[in-house]
C-alpha cells in the first residue's frame, strides 16, 4: 500500500501562484510513477501532469504547457506541482496519483491509478 496525502491547496488571485505538494508512504516511493490529476465540479476527473519514477521523464495537460512544472524528490518522498499563471479554469480538487506502471499510463482517457490521495483544493479568482 502506498498512502498519498495532498497539501499546498487554497485560493489565489488570476495571474498567483501555489505549489502542491503529494508526501508519500508505506512503500518505495521511487519504484512509483506520479501524477496530478484535478476535477472540477460538475465535470470529471482529468490528466494534469505525469512524472516518471526517476523524474526524467513528464507530460502535461496541454492547457498547462509552460504554466506548471511537475517534479519529485525521491530522497523526501514527496511529488510537487508548481503552478504558476493561474487562471479562473484552473480551479478544482487536485489529486496525486502514484502507479507502478509507466507514467505515460496515466495520460489514458481511461486511466485508473493504483493509489490516489484526498486532494486538495485550488481556487483561482477572477
Known amino acids: 500500500q502506498v498512502q498519498l496525502v495532498e497539501s499546498g491547496g487554497g485560493l489565489v488571485q488570476a495571474g498567483g501562484s501555489l505549489r502542491l505538494s503529494c508526501a508519500a508512504s508505506g512503500r518505495t516511493f521511487s519504484n512509483y510513477a506520479m501524477g496530478w490529476f484535478r476535477q472540477a465540479p460538475g465535470k470529471e476527473r482529468e490528466f494534469v501532469a505525469a512524472?516518471?519514477?526517476?523524474?526524467?521523464?513528464?507530460y502535461y495537460k496541454d492547457s498547462v504547457k509552460g504554466r506548471f512544472t511537475i517534479s519529485r524528490d525521491n530522497a523526501k518522498n514527496t511529488g510537487y506541482l508548481q503552478m504558476n499563471s493561474l487562471k479562473p479554469e484552473d480551479t478544482a480538487v487536485y489529486y496525486c496519483?502514484?502507479?507502478?506502471?509507466?507514467?505515460?499510463?496515466?495520460?489514458?482517457?481511461?486511466?485508473?491509478?493504483?493509489?490516489w490521495g484526498q486532494g486538495t483544493q485550488v481556487t483561482v479568482s477572477s
Open positions: 512524472i516518471s519514477r526517476s523524474g526524467g521523464i513528464t
Open positions: 496519483a502514484a502507479d507502478p506502471r509507466p507514467s505515460a499510463r496515466m495520460k489514458d482517457s481511461d486511466y485508473r491509478a493504483s493509489y
